[in-house]
């Protein structure tokens, strides 16, 4: 059996109690249970005050085999920020705004040379997206396009550097798949809309539900995981894209990425998203896989 356990930011006390408070037990120094497996969803970096000892522990448990570890936005957002393309320049601008992006990763890296080669080189091995027997993992997005258009064109399922200058040269369909499932469907505002979020900046993107069609929600009810309010009128039916419906007969996929605060937990009885925000106020939270493909709100665990 498996717990699926969300995103944890450098948050390595609320890892360590939620493991401890899993069951899990050191074995010569690693996390691992006797009858259950960690699924961690991505997002171990940048925020929190100790993304090393977080990274540790994590690649610990995956090497000892008793975790398995898939990649979110932030360690795709890292890895192009130190991925060189040909000419030399880094795949993701060192600007202010991405720097100050990852700067806890950042400064931690600064100060441990040897730990930033170890810990790069170890997420460009991870997987984007993993499927079990009953349920699947993915860090914001299962979309069943990208899932096959990456396993038909990069069956490596991994941020290799090879594999992020490729479609960083080419934003093509393939970089629109690796943003998708670590970024989620997000949606262009009408220009003439103007909504601000609670630091006063313009927002002209939202995050949006990726299992439902778009056609007669509103800009609220459609609206997923942001932390401003978007107006209740229904979507005009000329700014609709096709999204294809997540059916509920398909199997469970546990996902991070949201922040949902108190919101996080299963969503449909298929769906959980398993980012209660640990690092920006809320809770870490993990959902105790039995079996069962009804998901049931009583399996989240939370510390
Ligand atoms: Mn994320």
Redesign the pocket.
Known sequence: MYDIIG?IHGEFESLEEMLQTLGYKKEAGVYAHSERKAVFV??FVDRGFRVIDSLCLIKNMVDYGSAYAIV???ELNVLAYYTKDEEGFPLREHSLKNKAQIRRTYLEFQANKQAKKVYLKWLRSLPMFLEFDDFRVV??CWDQEAVDLMREKHPQNRLSKNFLRKIHAKKGKLYEACMLLL?GREFALPNDMIIKDSYGIKRSMFRIKWWNKMEGESFSSLAFGNRFKLPHYTIPPELCVEIPPYSVENPPVFF??YCLNGQAGVIRDNLCCV?ACVANGGHLIAYRWDGNRKLNPNNIVKV
């Open positions: 995103d991505g997002d979110g936005n932030h860090h914001a970024k991070g990425h980012d």
